[in-house]
């Protein structure tokens, strides 16, 4: 089946040592998208990417990075992880950004502890 | 800015049982709405949506409708099963926002038999 694929889904790091998260897709969809969640709060837009443009939310902490280097996959770099980055990490993908009305399709989520 | 509130839960509730989910929103523009469920341990699904005022959004016995006078989305289901236990997501795009969602706090909901 098509999907977004998640890995892993769990992480564990310590305080300030970068860490690495991945997302895959095989739905062949121009967007994919990284959402922080909290626990019990709203998944949160951190950066997307249409095809190879990058695009960062004004509010995201420069602590946050992203690569794709194809369609298919995109990862979300931490690179100095603190307590409260602590999270569920949500990849999703959509056919196109231009309306407000396509459908994102969501990974399973890696959730990260940092000790 | 843009925003939604979700009533708060959890909701617990017996099976067969009817479920409304309020959700509210602020936006600028006309945005579309939609209603994501989390089952534990998976990702969010897209359970309906709707894309312009007085339209209804179902599946799976879910309704929900694009209320734009009183800036409401409530999800409703007229009998709910253990199946349902999950967490509720009512969400909103606008646009000109690339598709961005922004979305409520979450209900979870959890029905008993």
């Known amino acids: 089946d098509a999907m977004v694929i998640q890995n892993p889904r769990y992480q564990v790091t310590q305080f300030g040592k970068p860490v690495t998260l991945s997302c895959s897709q095989t739905?062949?969809?121009?967007?994919m998208y990284w959402y922080q969640q909290k626990s019990s709060q709203a998944p949160k837009l951190l950066f997307h990417?249409?095809?190879?443009?990058?695009?960062n939310e004004a509010d995201t902490p420069d602590n946050f990075q992203s690569r794709r280097p194809n369609t298919s996959f995109c990862f979300l770099d931490i690179r100095s992880p603190g307590l409260g980055d602590a999270a569920m990490y949500l990849c999703?993908?959509?056919?196109?950004?231009?309306?407000?009305?396509?459908?994102?399709?969501f990974g399973p989520g890696t959730r990260l502890t940092v000790l | 800015g843009d925003s939604v509130t979700q009533m708060e839960g959890p909701v617990t509730l017996s099976e067969e049982a009817f479920l409304t989910i309020n959700c509210t929103y602020t936006a600028t523009g006309y945005p579309s709405l939609f209603w994501y469920v989390q089952y534990p341990g998976e990702g969010l699904q897209l359970l309906l949506k709707a894309t312009k005022a007085d339209d209804k959004g179902s599946n799976k016995g879910f309704e929900a409708t694009y209320r734009k006078e009183t800036t409401s989305f409530h999800l409703e289901k007229g009998s709910v099963q253990v199946s349902d236990s999950a967490v509720y997501f009512c969400?909103?795009?606008?646009?000109?926002?690339?598709?961005?969602?922004?979305f409520g706090a979450g209900t979870r909901l959890a029905v008993h038999p």
């Open positions: 999703a993908t959509s056919r196109d950004r231009v309306t407000s009305t396509d459908t994102q399709y």
């Open positions: 969400a909103l795009s606008t646009p000109g926002g690339y598709n961005k969602l922004i």
């Open positions: 739905l062949n969809h121009n967007v």
């Open positions: 990417y249409y095809d190879k443009d990058f695009n």
